[in-house]
């Protein structure tokens, strides 16, 4: 006899990713995704997989994520959404979970992200340190690091601006990058970006790559020199994950 059908469900968790390994599943330690999965388990007692809108590295945070899963539950979403956040960890939560709309991925369906890099001019808080760049002393030019960021905008080949990834994975280096703003509050400095999609590490790679440029280690154009090289040079310095979120996924 035949079990009920399953659902397709949308849900969006933020997360403290300082103790997690990124999000995808990994078998050599604790990983968004494995969390997840491990709780959706206690629930449903079958293996349940999660599909996430994109992977995060070890280390950064996010403030919406979106996934999906297929599963079969006829109490409800809300039932659900209380079931699944029962048995998850403090720095891990599901702010929503409902029924997805017909055809629709949490990957593939993606048309944007956005992610905000957070620098502080100095040396930040003990309670803010892990969710911030501390740059120490010195200043940053906004004015420079955003005439930086104009040949940078718009549908290019950002090879120059990633890293490889471990397991040797590849995608396509085109990515358009739709937005490239900068807002300071006082020591806050923050690096607002929103993309079609991003390469490996390209977030932090900007952020260092901006850094260097508002405080006159490089000149402003020189980034879209790098840009068209398509070739990362080895100054290059690489953001630390702390200061990256996730902040939104846009379909």
Known sequence: MQGPLKQR????????GTHYLGWQSQVQGLTVQDTLEARLLSIFKEKVRVHGSGRTDTGVHARAQVFHFDAAWP???QVLKKALSAGL???????????????????YSVTGKRYIYRMYLGYASPFDTRYAWSLGEGTLDIARMQAAAVPLLGRHDFSAFAAFR???????????????????????VELITEASGYLYKMV???AGAFVAAGRGKCEPEALGRILESRVRPPALITAPPRGLILDHVFY
């Not at 469900?9 to 403290?16: F, S, V």
């Open 9 to 16: 469900w949308r849900a969006e968790c933020a997360y403290d």
């Open 204 to 206: 932090r790679t900007l």
């Open 75 to 77: 109490h409800g979403a």
């Open 166 to 188: 471990p397991d040797g994975s590849r995608e396509s280096p085109v990515k358009d990058l739709r937005r490239l703003d900068f807002r300071q509050d006082g020591p806050w």
């Open 89 to 107: 960890p403090s720095d891990l939560q599901v702010h929503t979970l409902e029924e997805a709309p017909e055809g629709f991925h949490a990957r």
